[in-house]
């Protein structure tokens, strides 16, 4: 306060005297000076105060499936947890817990409105969902992840070319940085990898041992992030037999976010089964170069170096040219082989080359459909992520609704204005509801168009393969 009426007598003595040696203010002038300043202190302050009550009192409501996962929990209703907000049997009632204090806050608002749209605004900010955010992103994000078909084309041996052996072990060093993040073709490149890894986990794990290494998943892009990310690298599906289940659940908890450790990865792999005896091959799966300042060319040679029935193999994913040049670095001094690949079509091809496909292998491509348990399980997944938002809509309306009673009961709005006020909140439910519906309808249908798209990519090949051998027999 001293420091407040200082800087107004110094601006009395700049304005009406010029702080001049010869003039001093007088009393009656200083005092018309601090009154007029306390006079637009107070003009703002209420100015402020009323631009604080229109926006508290105008809420947030959703328009759109992510404006409402971006809704800010209400200031009552913050703590509440996904049991509360996701009950079947929510009531039409404020909380015990929060009710008082509820009411202290609607008194002082309905003092200066009775306007029903304000009054839902205040409704919003005070008990607002608590888990839009937790429950409505997941089925934002939902892409259906089905194993992408490992359908390898035949090719001419030529001379006395004898096709490679399916290793006995096969290390996947699968890369998670932050690049990962972008779209390629309608999804996530990560999603992609992931699809391509799993289906071609389930072809070569018939005859190898597999190991699955995760590298960029940890930390974020922000270089005070890097030490994390960068030496993190976990060996999540240990070297043994073909699980589908349990490998499936090992990739699909890989989630995009770092730096790329790429020769990080390829030495960790070498030290972790420097021992053994059987031959390996690394599959790379990498959509860029390395960023942690390791040298994956030296450490290539290093793993390659180790036993002859060593290879490093690299798929480069949507790369651009200096991370192309680097990775067929990397494959050449591992003694194996680059492969790159613009599309989820082209991954799966190259993940793997073999002969024309034996009679068995075309019985078995059924297998590859994701028609059946893997289709009914994705359309399960919507249905309980739809379910439970359904269910945190009906339980912030039941609230409002019990807000609007109770409001009612304490004569603080008349019967009008609660009527006006419950009509709001049941359009607002209404359009919530309808909003979400149409959102898992698209990812049904997501669903849907994936599904038909294997299954025709399946059947396609099966019967080109089937007249290549019918030609072939000639």
């Not at 972008?182 to 005859?207: C, H, N, P």
């Not at 073999?354 to 297998?367: C, E, F, I, R």
């Not at 038909?452 to 396609?460: A, K, W």
């Amino acid at each position: 306060m001293k420091t407040k009426f200082a800087m107004i007598i110094l601006s009395a003595c700049i304005v009406l005297a010029g702080c001049s040696k010869d003039a001093e203010p007088s009393d009656e002038k200083v005092t018309a000076v601090v009154h007029e300043d306390d006079k637009k202190t107070g003009e703002k302050e209420v100015e402020d105060e009323k631009k604080e009550t229109e926006a508290f009192t105008k809420g947030s409501q959703a328009t759109t499936p992510e404006e409402l996962a971006q809704l800010s929990p209400g200031t009552l209703t913050k703590d509440f947890t996904i049991e509360q907000e996701t009950s079947m049997w929510s009531k039409r009632e404020v909380p015990s817990e929060i009710k008082e204090h509820f009411l202290s806050e609607m008194k002082s608002i309905t003092e200066s409105t009775k306007d029903p749209e304000e009054l839902h605004g205040a409704l919003i900010h005070l008990l607002g969902g608590a888990q839009y955010g937790e429950l409505v992103q997941p089925l934002i994000d939902f892409s259906p992840s089905f194993k992408e078909p490992i359908l390898p084309e035949p090719r001419e041996i030529q001379g006395d070319e004898e096709q490679k052996p399916v290793p006995t072990n096969g290390i996947i060093l699968l890369d998670a940085s932050s690049s990962m993040l972008l779209q390629a073709d309608g999804k996530l490149k990560m999603d992609t990898a992931k699809s391509a890894v799993k289906g071609f986990a389930s072809m070569i794990g018939k005859e190898s041992d597999l190991s699955l290494y995760v590298y960029g998943h940890a930390g974020t892009q922000n270089k005070s992030d890097k030490a994390l990310s960068c030496g993190t690298i976990d060996e999540i599906y240990p070297l043994a037999s073909y699980d589908e289940k349990k490998f499936d659940e090992a990739v699909d908890q890989v989630k995009a976010s770092g730096w790329t450790p790429l020769a990080g990865a390829i030495k960790q792999a070498r030290l972790d089964h420097e021992g053994e005896d059987s031959d390996i091959t690394l599959y790379i799966v990498s959509d860029g170069a390395e960023t942690c300042d390791g040298d994956p060319i030296a450490e290539a040679k290093s793993f390659a170096e180790l036993a002859n029935d060593r290879h490093v193999n690299v798929i480069g994913f949507q790369v651009d040219q200096t991370a192309e040049d680097q990775l067929k670095k990397v494959a050449e001094a591992g003694n194996g082989t680059y492969m790159a690949a613009n599309s989820l079509e082209e991954m799966t091809s190259n993940i793997a080359k073999v002969w024309l496909p034996s009679d068995l292998d075309l019985a078995t491509l059924v297998y590859q459909k994701p028609v059946g348990w893997p289709e009914a399980m994705a359309y399960e997944t919507v249905r309980r992520s739809s379910d439970k938002i359904t269910f945190a809509i009906n339980t912030e309306s039941d609230r409002f609704a019990g807000a609007t009673t109770l409001l009612e009961e304490e004569e603080l709005i008349d019967e009008q204005t609660a009527q006006e006020l419950l009509d709001i909140i049941e359009n607002t439910r209404t359009k919530y509801r309808d909003m979400m519906d149409a959102k898992e309808e698209e990812k049904r249908s997501l669903i849907q168009n994936e599904v038909d798209r294997i299954t025709t990519l399946v059947d396609d090949y099966k019967e080109r393969m089937e007249n290549l051998k019918n030609e072939q027999g000639k």
